[in-house]
């Protein structure tokens, strides 16, 4: 059974930038989409980036593209992203998804193995 880890995220400084990992065990990462995520308190999950097990890369939304960089090792683990360039609404709760399909998806509903999460304060 897939399980997924978040590195510890903290604050970060303005101009500064952030880079978290999402780590997993318990099976490999070839047959799995994994997803970076975030949610603020009161709203739902918003999709940021994901990486397909073909090797492909997305960031999810557009307003998001030039901030956020999603990366992996070649051995498709742990998956990264980097955050650049903070702003005060990037304060929220990080989390990294994964689900059993080769086709990228922004929807957190279409993620069944989630992680803890993990918390990034931007402190501007």
């Known amino acids: 059974q897939l399980q997924l880890v978040e590195s510890v995220g903290g604050l970060v400084q303005p101009g500064g930038s952030l880079k978290l990992s999402c780590v997993a065990s318990?099976?490999?990462?070839?047959?799995?989409?994994i997803g970076w995520f975030r949610q603020v308190p009161g709203k739902g999950r918003e999709g940021i980036a994901c990486f397909s097990p073909t090797g492909r890369g997305t960031i999810y939304p557009d307003s998001m593209e030039g901030r956020f960089t999603i990366s992996r090792d070649n051995a498709k683990n742990p998956v990264y992203l980097e955050m650049t360039s903070p702003k005060a609404d990037d304060t929220a709760a990080y989390y990294c998804a994964g689900r059993r399909h080769l086709v990228s998806n922004s929807h957190a509903s279409r993620y069944d193995i989630w992680g803890q999460g993990t918390q990034v304060t931007d402190s501007s």
């Open positions: 318990g099976s490999t990462l070839e047959d799995y989409t």
